[in-house]
């Protein structure tokens, strides 16, 4: 069944199909695995008097009496209580999915999102309770993900204290398996790419670490692009903890994320698919030829669901010229290989696209030319182009070319400043990852 996705994608619903079956080997419970239980219980509270399942009259009394009863099972010593604490935990899941994929996501009331939440818990628990399998505690790391990516914070964010702690085994086995000469890990070579030249004319402005006021008063209120240089070289994405993809595997290979397949988000080809990032990596980064489509892990709250890669990353200073609190800017990752290609499209919020690995040639439009640009006449797309930028139908846009714009290609380092409701169209020349900060 295909659910919605909560970040939106430019107004138009990202679907995802919940089937994906991790790829793992069965392998026997380590001694490891076997204390793995003694460690999650110690995360959780000590009995079912402490966990709290309080919720609004909108979720019927009979799914508050199962949850009731998963909460039973978790605590129970019982030995005949194992089948009944994973199909009670899966009777949870299956009747707060068909709630949250009834209607469009933003009509999703909460409280059906925190009773899936609390589904993950139990399930990803009654997986773990007896010396787990390897590959059944991947399998509660992606029951995790689910919950973080698709339910709602409960306790103190339980779920993130609990996939840290699975995805410590995992990061244990993994390097076990290294040191017994496992399976050779895909990597991708670095080629040099085409870059497009950039004439004077038409080129963003760079400066290296204006003072707050002059960014403020020269490009800020003017709302006027610029590249940043030298701003971000103190993150340790850039320089103590580079984001090669051995590293990203090493972080955070086994974790689920929503990955885009298709050249574009306006194709009609275009949807969403849920991956572990080592199956990313493997089908779309490093992929052989004849492999599968472009795919592409694009405005994702990676740093939200994975802690440990928002520590290789500093929010810009420039942030603070903003009217809300650190709270209210909106982070996102965007990783994929050479090709992928964000359509021409605004957003509502200024934004500071920082470049971490790889080059991305961008284009900018201004608002005020807003009418040779063609936007979609569908609701779901008003902010977006029907224009190809690097290869426009004159015949069908004839305004179009006569639109001046600024361009520039960004390198590891450099952050570009967008203003609010800019025009921008985004391609990456190699392998890259880039992190947007949108503010107000």
């Known amino acids: 069944m295909p659910l919605c996705c909560r970040s939106a994608r430019d107004g138009r619903r ?91 996501w933003r009509h999703v009331d ?27 505690v991947l399998q509660a790391v992606r029951t995790c993900d689910m919950g973080l990516l698709m339910g709602a914070a409960i306790m103190d964010d339980i779920l993130q204290v609990v996939v840290g702690i699975l995805q410590g085994e995992v990061r244990r086995s993994t390097e076990l398996e290294k040191e017994g000469g496992g399976a050779e890990v895909k990597t991708k070579k670095m080629e040099c790419p085409r870059v497009p030249v950039i004439r004077e004319e038409t080129a ?20 006027k692009p610029v590249v940043l240089e030298g701003t971000i070289e103190h993150w340790p994405a850039l320089n103590r903890r580079p984001w090669s993809l051995e590293y990203l595997r090493d972080v955070a290979g086994c974790r689920t994320v929503p990955v885009e397949v298709g050249s574009r988000y306006t194709d009609e080809e275009w949807s969403q698919t849920l991956l572990t990032l080592n199956d990313f990596i493997d089908r779309h980064v490093v992929k052989e030829e004849g492999a599968e489509g472009p795919g592409y892990l694009a405005q994702h709250q990676l740093f939200d669901q994975i802690p440990e890669l928002k520590e290789d990353i500093r929010l810009p200073d420039y942030c603070c010229l903003g009217e809300g609190d650190e709270d209210d800017i909106t982070v996102n990752a965007w990783f994929g290989p050479g090709g992928t290609v964000s359509p021409l499209h605004q957003d509502p919020q200024q934004n500071f696209l920082a470049q971490v690995v790889g080059s991305k040639y961008i ?48 390198r590891p380092g450099d952050v570009l400043f967008i203003p609010v409701r800019h025009w921008h169209y985004v391609r990456s020349l190699e392998l890259s990852f880039s992190v947007s900060f949108w503010w107000s």
């Open 110 to 136: 909460k409280e059906w999102r925190r009773v899936y939440s609390y589904g993950c818990l139990f399930k990803a628990a009654a997986l773990c309770r007896h010396g787990p399998s390897a590959d059944q």
């Open 363 to 410: 284009r900018l439009y201004s608002p005020e030319d807003t009418d040779k640009l063609y936007p979609h006449p569908s609701p779901l797309l008003h902010n977006t182009s029907q224009v190809e930028v690097e290869n426009p139908d004159a015949g069908r846009f004839p305004e179009f070319a006569g639109a001046p714009y600024a361009e520039c290609v960004l």
């Open 14 to 104: 990202r679907v995802v199909t919940a089937g994906h079956v991790v790829r793992t080997a069965q392998t026997r419970p380590s001694s490891s695995m076997a204390s793995l239980w003694s460690k999650i219980s110690a995360a959780l509270p000590r009995n079912e008097e402490q966990l709290p399942l309080r919720f609004s009259d909108k979720v019927e009394a009979s799914v508050v009496e199962m949850l009731r009863t998963s909460r039973r099972l978790l605590y129970s010593d019982d030995d005949a209580a194992a089948a009944g604490r994973m199909l009670s935990a899966q009777i949870v899941l299956d009747v707060s999915w068909e709630r949250l994929n009834a209607g469009t």
């Open 204 to 223: 963003v402005p760079r400066v290296k670490c204006p003072s707050l006021e002059s960014f403020s008063a020269n490009y800020l209120l003017p709302l």
